[in-house]
C-alpha cells in the first residue's frame, strides 16, 4: 500500500490524492486558520494513522461543525502537537495553542 508513496518520493512526482470530505461549493473551508488557533488533525480526520483505509471519520456537516464552533476548547492543542494523532489532553498547565478562540457562528463566516 506504501508503493506510491515510495514512487512519489523517488520520482519526485506528486501524489494523486483520493477526497474524502466532499463540502458543497459554497461553503468555505481553511485549513490554515484552524491549524493557527490550534485545532489537531485528528479533531476532525480522526485516527488516520490507525486506518488502514483512510475514510471519512467525522460528519463535516454543518451541525457538527457549529458544536465546535461554540466550544472549541475541547478541540484546542498545543501547537506542536497539532499532527501528533495520539495526544490527549493532560495537565491544564499545557499552553493551548490560542485560549482566546472565538470562532464565527454566524452565516458568512462559512458560507460564500
Not at 41 to 51: E, L, P, V
Request: net charge positive.
Amino acid at each position: 500500500m506504501l508503493e506510491p508513496v515510495r514512487a512519489s518520493y523517488a520520482t519526485g512526482t506528486p501524489l494523486v490524492w483520493s477526497r474524502v470530505h466532499r463540502l458543497p461549493d459554497f461553503v468555505h473551508f481553511n485549513h490554515s486558520i484552524h491549524i493557527a488557533k490550534g485545532i489537531g488533525c485528528s479533531s476532525c480526520h480522526g485516527r488516520i494513522d490507525k486506518m488502514e483505509v483512510v475514510r471519512l471519520d467525522k460528519p463535516i456537516a454543518m451541525a457538527w461543525c457549529l458544536e465546535c464552533h461554540r466550544d472549541p476548547t475541547p478541540n484546542l492543542r498545543p501547537k506542536d502537537q497539532l499532527t501528533n494523532m495520539s495526544w490527549q489532553k493532560g495537565s491544564d498547565s499545557e499552553p493551548l495553542a490560542s485560549a482566546d478562540v472565538h470562532p464565527p457562528q454566524y452565516c458568512s463566516g462559512c458560507h460564500r
